[in-house]
């Protein structure tokens, strides 16, 4: 069964700092792909951005960007430019396309952003 | 775009209670998901279907239950709610083409 691990509870950074946030996964399938979620205090569920496990460039989106290491098995966010935002739960997800296509989530990380 | 829409947003219940949590996708999505979200823990998937009629359990299905008999409407059933169901439930739909999934906006559970 495919795991997923954020080892960061909780984050705090200054406005306009960037940051990152990491996450670590375990997985026998070489297909796959990988997920950040944002969760605000409205609660809704928001995808930040997505990474597909046999594309060897790195997402981005805008201010938001993954560093993808598949041999290392991380999949770290790195927002720049921080702002308030922000602010919000952020989720690792990893998802396996074949079958039911569910995705499984990491602990989260609870990142703040001061002004 | 597409809504995944759950038909309460705060609920209390008593322990004991039947307990009947709601959720309506409006994409024709196949694929849909209950989620049970607690502090420490993320998202743990409690059953899924991938067709109407159609359900397999998640990691944790114990206590619940689900009814899908229309393709838009997935629900999720606490026979008799217990205190350790207190909880926040996220229902979402995937896109299969897109592999993205789709949130409804949660329904924080208090089971007294």
């Known amino acids: 069964a495919q795991t997923v691990t954020q080892s960061q509870p909780e984050m705090s950074v200054q406005e306009a700092e960037t940051v990152t946030l990491s996450c670590t996964y375990d997985t026998s399938e070489s297909n796959y792909y990988l997920f950040w979620y944002k969760q605000p205090p409205s609660r809704q569920m928001i995808l930040v951005i997505r990474?597909?496990?046999?594309?060897?460039q790195n997402a981005t989106e805008n201010r938001f960007s993954v560093n993808f290491q598949k041999a290392a098995k991380s999949f770290s966010l790195k927002i720049s430019d921080s702002q308030l935002g922000d602010t919000a739960m952020y989720f690792c997800a990893f998802m396996n396309p074949g079958g039911a296509q569910k995705l499984v989530f990491g602990q989260g990380t609870r990142l703040t952003i001061n002004p | 775009d597409v809504k995944v829409t759950q038909s309460s947003r705060y609920l209390v219940k008593r322990t004991g209670e039947k307990v009947f949590l709601e959720c309506v996708q409006d994409m024709d999505h196949e694929n849909m998901f209950w989620y049970r979200q607690d502090p420490g823990l993320g998202l743990r998937l409690i059953y899924f279907s991938y067709d109407v009629k159609m359900k397999e359990k998640g990691d944790i299905p114990e206590g619940y239950s689900v009814s899908r008999e229309k393709k838009e409407r997935f629900s999720l059933i606490l026979e008799s709610a217990s205190t350790n169901q207190t909880s926040m439930y996220l229902c979402a739909s995937i896109s299969r083409d897109l592999y993205k999934l789709f949130f409804g906006s949660g329904t924080q559970l208090s089971v007294l």
């Open positions: 990474q597909e496990a046999y594309k060897q």
